[in-house]
């Protein structure tokens, strides 16, 4: 799948004809970047606000226990598992049909699963349905999102200039922390404003139902994006490839041949999506645990208020946001794997010392602000580079769907069950260092996949 074999020809880290058409570019980042930010929003949200989705929907007898925690994280898991599925549907409609139509089916499904659950009725209201159709929107969410991640890194990285891959690419982990830092902002200005009798008895309900705006905003974006000049190329391949002449035939034989791999080859397609759910497994794990999960341990661990929680988490992800781009950035310079290995190995070093300083009650508020600040740091180095990394495993007639599964899965396995593994270890073993064992052996073994990366695959065009 790393073939040095290309397809086209462009300026070192081209991406195949990109430079000639900058304002398709531009356009294309803000299109493929307003669904990333939406989704991301919600997760985040559903996160921030666990604690209250477990009493309103998990917990009728109201006793407000773990056990409930452990189920909203159950949901949580659940929505993740349905990526994969949904990174397969959409992505082989992507790759056949277009990026374009398929990201605008993705956006309507997202904003309105999301719209809902801030609609839906609680327990107390609708009884044992309830959190039955929350896990059923959740699963929806999965889907859409599964779908989502392939097409708007495969738009972000097609579209990109000359040299500029990494820092498109990185746009798409950028608008995750942006997204996520939205959802913090809105979930701590409702506690700011609300007290906390009306946050739960409604206010958790208003970020949900703000997607709706934001979800049509994205839409109108979509419905006005371009395909893509990769895509293009292929459609005109195959066009000229149905065509009965027998020249036309004979002149894209070479071509088409060179540009099928993963068909010719599902032993290599499946090595190379596990191959590339491995190198993102610590950016998974890393990322979930510090920037989503953070919240909750806060609280259900180290007894911290639901506003000490948001501080520390937007503080975190104010950290990832400042690392993503210039990461991208230098990896168009010196390559992702120096770059998305560094950020994996300090992971590993900090996991323990961050997370004692968070635990240590002597420790100052700036110390306790600067740590959560360098772990969402440490993520941004690897966030930023990735998206165009897992761009450059896969050729443009699977492109979507091979980096859509293998992102999905790796969210599924170490995103989605991060909190749902934090919390019961906790819970059964009462180790408040188990966040820090799971980020340095996740990280750890993520290092050694990134290691294998080719050092000028930045160089490379990507692959037709």
């Known amino acids: 799948m790393e073939s040095r074999r290309t397809t086209t020809s462009s300026p070192p880290g081209g991406t195949g004809g990109a430079a000639a058409v900058p304002p398709r570019s531009r356009g294309s980042l803000v299109a493929g970047s307003v669904g990333n930010f939406i989704e991301w929003y ?13 009493a309103r929907f998990f917990d009728p007898a109201g006793t407000g226990g773990a056990e409930a925690l452990v189920k909203t994280y159950a949901s949580f898991a659940l929505a993740f598992f349905f990526r994969p599925v949904g990174a397969a549907l959409f992505g082989r409609i992507g790759d056949r049909a277009g990026r374009r139509p398929t990201l605008i089916l993705v956006i309507l499904l997202m904003t309105g699963a999301t719209t809902l659950i801030g609609l839906l009725p609680t327990y107390a209201t609708l009884g044992a349905a309830a959190p039955w159709l929350l896990t059923l929107l959740r699963a929806v969410q999965g889907l859409s999102a599964g779908g989502e991640f392939g097409g708007a890194v495969s738009v972000m990285t097609e579209c990109a200039p000359p040299g500029r891959r990494g820092l498109y690419g990185a746009w798409q982990s950028f608008t995750v922390a942006l997204g996520l830092l939205g959802g ?8 700011t404003v609300l007290t906390q009798d009306q946050l739960e008895g409604w206010g958790w309900r208003v970020p949900f139902l703000l997607t709706l705006p934001m979800g049509l905003g994205a839409l109108w974006l979509r419905l006005r994006l371009e395909e893509t000049p990769s895509f293009r190329r292929q459609e005109a391949a195959r066009s000229v490839a149905r065509a009965p002449r027998k020249a036309a035939r004979s002149a894209v034989a070479a071509p088409r041949k060179a540009a099928r791999p993963l068909t010719a080859a599902p032993g290599e397609a499946a090595r190379a999506i596990v191959l590339a759910a491995g190198r993102l497994m610590g950016w998974s794990a890393a990322g979930y645990t510090f920037l989503v999960v953070l919240p909750s341990y806060l609280q259900s661990s180290l007894n911290a208020s639901f506003r000490q929680a948001l501080v520390a988490t937007v503080l975190g992800n104010l950290g990832f946001a400042a690392t993503i781009l210039p990461a991208g950035a230098l990896s168009d310079r010196v390559g992702r794997r120096a770059v998305m290995v560094a950020g994996a190995a300090l992971a590993v070093l900090l996991a323990f010392p961050l997370l004692g300083v968070l635990r240590d009650p002597s420790t100052g508020a700036v110390a306790e602000g600067l740590a959560v600040f360098a772990a969402g740091a440490v993520v941004g180095l690897m966030a930023g580079p990735g998206p165009a990394m897992l761009a450059e495993m896969f050729p443009t007639h699977v492109r979507y769907t091979g980096l859509g599964l293998a992102y999905a899965l790796s969210n599924a396995v170490f995103s989605g069950c991060a909190g749902l593994i934090v919390t019961w270890t906790i819970e059964r073993t009462g180790n408040v260092d188990v966040p820090a064992y799971y980020v340095a052996a996740t990280c750890a073994v993520s290092a050694l996949a990134l290691a294998t990366l080719p050092g000028d695959g ?3 065009a990507l692959r037709d």
């Open 42 to 54: 919600e997760f985040g949200v559903y996160g921030w606000f666990a604690t209250i989705i477990a």
């Open 184 to 191: 913090a902002g809105a979930a701590a200005l409702l506690a």
């Open 458 to 460: 930045h160089r490379r």
